[in-house]
């Protein structure tokens, strides 16, 4: 092989640490890099909530990659299908068009979509938060409602609009819910009758919140939640959706006109496409993070099931952004030892722990099995997370956003990201056509003959 060329699909944790280390690995012009991704910059997606609640802007978690790969070619768009025969990526393009691109190796880190369930009206009147966009126009939405029960005289009305309800008792739906809670009541000084009025629910199927804690910051984080006027109801699930009402598995129906989603991610459907085994929609790869069969082809992050070698508890590494930024180093280790027909080093990562941002002055970690609250767990937190964001002009501008709060307050103002006409359901957001592998193989087929057309062999 000539110079090899190598592909990496998604610019998150996983793709693009993926893309740094291999380019720290590989000299100048020895091999061609490519990474495909449908935005040009990496979301530190654990700082979201701060984004939903305005106290971070979304520029600061959205890092460019053209600012962080040196080496490496960006293209824009999605990878809708793999052509694993003729060594083909498809890639639709933001213009719509269909687009090669041939790879030697391949890493597929797409991550994943809020999970859907068969709930009725949950695709068209849930919010999801796992995007940028879904964050800012959640921020939006939440203030919106205030306002407009604000203006309004109807009780009825105004108890919808002032009703949040967050689904999802994990660090997404325990940090939303805290984030933006803080900030209704930002809000709720300039709207002092609504303040007897807003109310916000976190409901999940499980019997506790935040599991990956532990029992005894589980039991704390549920206090922190109450504390703050967070109605928990565990072991209860959402049954119906509505545009002005959401009912509960156990009868109840609470008139409420904001459903957020966060009741887990299921990975990208891209990797049902390949036709290999799955593990609940993660593709199943070796220890060594290669697709069985496929040794040219690699998948690690969320939407690949990784052999757990550290834990007799799990069998598969957890979907966190700790362990995509683990197995993108072993992938990159291992696509540079495959071209060098070296053997192949196994993926092994313990558990570091988790952190969790109430807002405020409230925070939890579990660091290496040490439990901390308040303000050493707030530390913790927030040093973690500066030291996780891999640029500098990110780290300087969530600093400086942190401060900037400390000492002006919040920001109430909407951005009017929310008003009518925008797709507000998470399933309208995150929606992508993606191709089957008999049809990824046609196309690649046709669109490597229109290269062929067009600039000759
Ligand atoms: C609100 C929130 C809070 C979180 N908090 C924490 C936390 O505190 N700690 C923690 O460890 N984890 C946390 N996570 C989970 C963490 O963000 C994920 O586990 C991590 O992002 C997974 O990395 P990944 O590379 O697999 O996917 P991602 O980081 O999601 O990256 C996927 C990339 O692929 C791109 N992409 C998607 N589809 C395609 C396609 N078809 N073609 C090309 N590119 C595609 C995406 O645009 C993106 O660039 C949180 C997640 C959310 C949403």
């Known amino acids: 092989m000539s110079r090899p060329r190598i592909v990496v699909v998604g610019a998150g944790f996983g793709g693009l640490h ?30 979201l909530p701060q984004v939903a609640s305005g106290l971070l802007t979304p520029q ?20 809708v299908g793999v052509d694993t025969q003729d060594h083909t990526v498809v890639v639709r393009r933001p213009t719509g068009e269909l687009a090669p691109v041939p790879y030697d190796r391949l890493v597929l880190a797409p991550g994943g979509l809020t999970r859907e369930f068969d709930i009725p009206g949950l695709t068209e009147h849930a919010y999801g938060a796992k995007t940028l966009a879904e964050a800012v126009l959640l921020r939006d939405h939440v203030l919106g409602q205030l306002e407009l029960a604000n203006d309004s005289k109807d009780p009825i009305e105004r108890e919808e609009r002032c009703r ?41 199927i499980a019997p506790k919140v935040l599991p990956e804690l532990g029992d005894r910051l589980g039991r704390k984080a549920l206090n922190l939640l109450r504390n703050l006027g967070i109605e928990v109801k565990l072991k209860v699930t959402v049954r119906e959706v509505t545009a002005d009402k959401v009912v509960l598995t ?55 099931a990784v052999p757990n070698l550290s834990s007799a508890e799990s069998a598969y590494c ?22 060098l027909g070296r053997p192949l080093r196994e993926f092994k990562h ?24 308040g303000l050493p767990a707030l530390g913790v937190t927030r040093g973690y997370h500066v030291m996780s964001v891999p640029s500098t002009t990110a780290r300087a501008r969530i600093i400086a956003n942190w401060g900037i709060r400390a000492v002006t307050g919040g920001e109430v ?39 062929e057309d067009r600039y000759g062999d």
Request: charged share 20%.
């Open 60 to 79: 600061s978690v959205a890092m460019s990659v053209h600012r962080l790969m040196k080496k490496t070619r960006f293209v824009p768009g999605y990878a």
């Open 18 to 47: 993926t893309v740094r280390h291999l380019e720290r690995r590989i000299p100048n012009g020895a091999a061609d890099i490519a990474l495909v991704a449908p935005n040009d910059y990496m979301l530190y997606s654990p700082l």
């Open 164 to 204: 949040f309800v967050v689904v999802g008792g994990g660090y997404t739906g325990v940090e939303t819910a805290a984030s933006l809670m803080r900030l209704c009541q930002e809000a709720a000084h300039l709207y002092p009758e609504l303040r007897s009025v807003i109310r916000w629910h976190l409901v999940d």
């Open 250 to 304: 156990d009868g109840r129906a609470l008139p409420c006109r904001t459903l957020i989603w966060t009741a887990g991610v299921s990975p990208s459907p891209l990797m049902e496409t390949l036709g290999k085994p799955t593990m609940r929609g993660r593709l199943e790869v070796g220890a060594d993070l290669s697709v069985p069969g496929e040794p040219d082809v690699f998948a690690i992050g969320d939407a690949a």
């Open 413 to 451: 103002a909407r951005m009017g990201f929310a008003d009518e006409g925008r797709p507000s359901s998470f399933v309208a957001n995150e929606k992508v056509d993606y191709l089957d592998a008999e049809s990824a193989r046609k196309a690649g087929a046709r669109l490597r003959e229109n290269e």
């Open 318 to 339: 957890p979907p966190t952004a700790q362990y995509a930024s683990r197995q993108a180093a072993t992938v990159a280790q291992n696509v540079v030892n495959s071209i």
């Open 350 to 373: 313990k558990d570091m722990g988790l952190v969790v941002d109430l807002s405020g002055s409230d925070a939890l970690a579990r660091i290496m099995q040490f439990d901390l609250s």
